[in-house]
């Protein structure tokens, strides 16, 4: 499993393209494709960015808890499949192209942060970053309610 550490800028052009930051190239195997899954959030204006193995993980332990003979989670399944595309990063370039309605729902103008979360990348409209970071109080409030769980 590819991890993702470390937070990087890129400028948007008007196609979409904007260069795939270093850091997060050099983490990848030498081995493994450079395909990814690019998937907008649930619950924030951000995408988020899969390797093709770790996608293929994720959305199999979210099918596996829905039973797609029911309405609803057929319906479920098929709107956790819409807003996503698949990349690869241009192998002269490091450029990759992200379809603009994706960029549009996170609000990216110019832009965009690119923020290792772990087993993820979350591509973040620039302006918007900052402003979804939970404050230093929300953040110790936090760990100590997690700290109790143990």
């Known amino acids: 499993m590819v991890t993702f550490i470390g937070k990087a800028t890129a400028k948007v052009d008007d196609k979409g393209r904007m260069v795939f930051p270093s850091l997060f190239k050099a983490a990848m195997p030498e081995d493994e494709p450079m395909t990814f899954v690019i998937h907008k959030d649930i619950y924030s204006d951000c995408l988020e960015m899969y390797t093709l193995a770790e996608w293929q993980r994720q959305s199999e332990a979210v099918k596996a808890k829905l039973d797609l003979l029911n309405e609803k989670h057929a319906g479920f399944w098929r709107r956790y499949m ?57 953040y110790r409030s936090m760990a100590e309610e997690l700290s109790q769980l143990r």
Not at 84 to 100: E, F, H, W, Y
Not at 119 to 133: T, V
Request: negative net charge.
């Open 82 to 138: 819409y807003d996503r595309a698949m990349v690869t990063p241009d192998p002269k370039l490091g450029r990759i192209s992200i379809p603009a309605e994706l960029l549009e729902k996170i609000g990216v103008t110019k832009e965009v942060v690119f923020l290792g979360g772990d087993y993820k990348i979350e591509i973040w409209a620039k302006d918007r970053f900052e402003s979804q970071i939970i404050s230093e109080e929300e």
